[in-house]
């Protein structure tokens, strides 16, 4: 099928005791934000962490991604929680 990729774009990354956080996210969410407005997002939802993907996911769209968006945030500090939207 044309359009489809076999191989993920895969980023390697050692977590230290300062990161709050990991976002995996299909390109539909990486074409449309940078990774500055993803934490920006996430850090603007702390009230409500579990909304975070859902927020992600719609930024995403109404900065106009027109491919499939996934996001899936996981905190790694107490206080946080996690979530998968897909759309």
Same mark, same amino acid.
């Given at each position: 099928?044309?359009? =489809?990729i076999?191989e993920?774009e895969?980023?390697t990354r050692t977590?230290?005791? &300062?990161?709050?956080? %990991?976002?995996i #996210?299909?390109?539909g969410l990486?074409?449309?934000l940078?990774?500055e407005?993803v =934490?920006?997002?996430?850090?603007?939802t702390?009230?409500q962490?579990?909304?975070? &993907?859902q927020?992600? %996911?719609t930024e #995403?769209?109404t900065?106009?991604?027109?491919d499939?968006?996934?996001a899936?945030v996981?905190?790694?500090?107490?206080?946080?929680?996690h979530?998968l939207?897909s759309?």
């Open positions: 099928v044309d359009g =489809i076999a993920p895969i980023t977590l230290t005791a &300062a990161d709050e956080f %990991v976002v #996210a299909c390109d990486w074409d449309a940078t990774h407005q =934490i920006a997002v996430i850090q603007d702390v009230k962490p579990a909304m975070s &993907a927020r992600l %996911v #995403a769209i900065s106009g991604s027109t499939n968006v996934t899936i996981a905190f790694l500090k107490p206080g946080g929680s979530e939207v759309v």
